[in-house]
C-alpha cells in the first residue's frame, strides 16, 4: 500500500477547511461584530466560488 492518496479536489478541500478552521479562531479571539459579518460573507463567497468551479461540466462530460 502507497500511503494515502488524495486527488487534486481533495487536497483543496483539506486546505479549505484548514484555512476556514483557522479563520474562525481568530475571528472568535478577536470577537468584533463587523469582522464576524465580513469572515460569513468571505467564507459563503469562497466556498461557493469552489463548489461551483468544481461542480461545472467540461465540453467533454456534456457530448
Known amino acids: 500500500m502507497k500511503g494515502l492518496q488524495l486527488r487534486r479536489t481533495e ?6 477547511t484548514v484555512v476556514y478552521v483557522l479563520s474562525l479562531a481568530v475571528v472568535y479571539t ?6 464576524w459579518i465580513l469572515w460569513a460573507v468571505i ?7 469552489v463548489m461551483v468551479y468544481y461542480n ?7 457530448e
Open 56 to 62: 461545472r461540466s467540461t465540453p467533454v462530460e456534456s
Open 30 to 35: 478577536v470577537d468584533d461584530a463587523i469582522l
Open 11 to 16: 487536497r483543496h478541500t483539506l486546505v479549505l
Open 43 to 49: 467564507v459563503v463567497l469562497v466556498s461557493g466560488g
